[in-house]
């Protein structure tokens, strides 16, 4: 399996909580990314990483945000968690080579009541 | 941009058949890279087969093979002998270079006992 983690796996938390989703890595990847997957299981990019301190918003807009302070972790921040940030975020790493794969986390699923 | 189109949303067949899920994609680029992932319930993403734009050879990987028509702009899945343990969602993914995944709607593929 790969070396990729999140935290927690599941997460149910009041609308208005600020809310940090964990994702780290251990094999020295260099790019990191997080999608969202819908109901429907399509994911949509949402941020990306090439490194540390490099941090680019995806395809979905998204009200979250991420920092890259460190080669292996690459957390995401929801201020002010709303019922519509309900779905479950993926967190993936790559090393920067052309047409490597990415690993994935097995993901957290995020319910905001 | 980049685009993958996954036609077949939900596909079912018994154990032992063989299935192909079907990918198309649209690109300007002459050299690029193709995948299948697949997401088990519950489970992790993982990396099925890879396939180079500019090797015209298909894949393949134990049972897993792809149907690569760079022209046609098709990256087909098969699997042969399917198992229950394949039962899980099937995705394309494009990326040119070393630059983001950019993936297809996801097939859930069924294998029935």
């Known amino acids: 399996e790969a070396d990729i983690y999140q935290t927690p796996r599941y997460l149910v938390i009041g609308t208005g909580k600020k809310i940090t989703l964990e994702c780290s890595q251990t094999m020295g990847h260099d790019k990191m990314y997080w999608y969202q997957q819908d109901p429907g299981m399509e994911l949509h990019l949402i941020h990306y990483?090439?490194?540390?301190?490099?941090?680019e918003k995806g395809d979905l807009s998204s009200e979250s945000t991420v920092s890259r302070i460190r080669t292996e972790h690459f957390p995401l921040t929801l201020e002010s968690a709303r019922p519509s940030h309900t779905s479950q975020y993926l967190c993936?790493?790559?090393?920067?080579?052309?047409?490597?794969?990415?690993?994935f986390g097995q993901g957290t699923r995020l319910t905001v009541v | 941009a980049q685009t993958v189109t996954q036609s077949q949303p939900e596909m079912s067949v018994q154990e032992a058949e063989t299935v192909t899920l079907s990918c198309t994609y649209d690109t300007s680029e002459s050299n690029y890279y193709l995948f299948w992932y697949k997401q088990p319930p519950s489970r992790q993403m993982i990396l099925v087969i890879r396939q180079e734009a500019y090797k015209q050879q298909n894949a393949t990987e134990n049972r897993f093979s792809v149907n690569f028509q760079k022209a046609a702009k098709s990256f087909s899945l098969k699997i042969s002998d399917s198992q229950l343990g394949d039962t899980a969602m099937y995705f394309c993914a494009f990326m040119k270079g070393a630059q983001k995944l950019v993936f297809g709607q996801g097939t859930r593929l069924t294998i029935n006992p």
């Open positions: 993936a790493s790559s090393w920067g080579i052309v047409g490597t794969e990415a690993f």
């Open positions: 990483s090439y490194g540390v301190n490099s941090t």
